[in-house]
């Protein structure tokens, strides 16, 4: 068989998320920085991401992260985060699996114990230090974008819980974060697609209801997720971002854990130095620290650092051919959930 043209993928995963890495084979995107790039395949041509994010290449379960020529001198390496709804600015988990795979695969340079990657991404630059040791990257720590609140206990009124609160927060992208004792539901494996239907549910109802625009990055201007939290006896807070068409998040989501930071930050619960552990669906943690305080926009807010592991576990080829029927892709309910249409 011959593949006189292919897309080169590295296969990873972070705390059991998987954010595949775009190395090869994509074609030139159009943008003089990683936000037009981004504003590009959202608004203009989004064939490569629908390409390498729906069936029959793709499942729900999974990101894809395209891996760019970096559009600042400051920077190592871009990468915009493309998902089944669209193109997104940030994501920790995302960061860590790129950070991961750029170093044990070669394309930058590792320098044990410690390697420093700067990151071009739509939202801004990102600092990444690799714990690195005998060939492996060991863990991975994103210093964030600041993280901000817009609104805490934001009202919406819903048909079937009646009135809830929301904190609107700003992570990398913006986070309707939602006590989930609200909705009747708990945070465990086996409430996983109730959490995804409800989570979609209220994104809906918040975009009619709140709006956002990010006083800095043009385009970056919805609710891009909602996160169910609650707190554990340990401490620690128990994460559940839900994503669109409906599915959950595997790790304890980097971007929203920011911005819960940012919302504890806001409330006076948490100040520079302190510490919080961050924990998935299915156990898995992320160290989440505020670094320090700054200003977005005339809003207070965070620096947090995002501490957890990625692990490439493949590789994969993807063959592009003029007559492949399915080259726009497809999805349906039986896999990504009953609420499949909203991706359309």
């Not at 048909?159 to 609107?168: H, L, N, S, T, V």
Request: net charge negative; proline share 5%.
């Amino acid at each position: 068989m011959i593949f006189d043209r292919k897309l080169e993928i590295l296969q990873v995963h972070c705390e059991g998320e998987i954010g595949n890495v775009l190395v090869a084979g994509a074609p030139e995107i159009p943008g003089a920085t990683a936000l037009e790039k981004m504003n590009y395949i959202n608004n203009v041509d989004d064939s490569l991401r629908r390409f390498v994010t729906f069936e029959p290449r793709a499942n729900v379960a999974m990101t894809v992260n395209l891996l760019l020529e970096p559009t600042r001198p400051d920077a190592d390496a871009g990468f915009i985060v493309l998902q089944a709804d669209r193109a997104h600015a940030m994501s920790g988990s995302n960061c860590i699996c790129v950070v991961t795979a750029l170093l044990e695969s070669g394309r930058v340079a590792m320098v044990e114990p410690e390697t420093i990657v700067r990151l071009d991404m739509p939202a801004g630059l990102v600092t990444a230090r690799a714990r690195c040791e005998n060939g492996r990257c060991l863990s991975v720590s994103i210093d964030n974008v600041p993280a901000f609140a817009e609104v805490i206990d934001q009202e919406i009124d819903t048909p079937r819980w009646g009135r809830i609160k929301a904190d609107i927060c700003f992570g990398g992208v913006y986070y309707g974060l939602v006590d989930v004792e609200q909705v009747g539901l708990t945070i465990e494996p086996n409430n996983a697609r109730a959490l995804a239907e409800t989570g979609i549910e209220l994104k809906a109802l918040l975009a009619e209801q709140v709006k956002v625009k990010h006083p800095t990055l043009p385009g970056v201007d919805e609710i891009a997720y909602v996160m169910f939290r609650s707190q554990e006896p340990d401490g620690a807070v128990r994460t559940c971002t839900t994503l669109k068409p409906g599915r959950v998040d595997r790790s304890p989501c980097g971007t929203g854990s920011s911005a819960n930071l940012a919302s504890l930050h806001a409330r006076g619960l948490i100040s520079v130095g302190d510490t919080k552990v961050s924990r998935s669906i299915i156990g898995g943690e992320f160290l989440v620290q505020a670094l320090a305080e700054t200003e977005v926009g005339g809003r207070r807010a965070v620096i947090p650092r995002i501490t957890g592991q990625g692990f490439v576990y493949g590789k994969q080829q993807l063959r592009l051919v003029d007559d492949d029927p399915f080259a726009k892709g497809f999805a349906l309910s039986d896999t990504w959930g009953p609420q499949v249409h909203l991706l359309d």
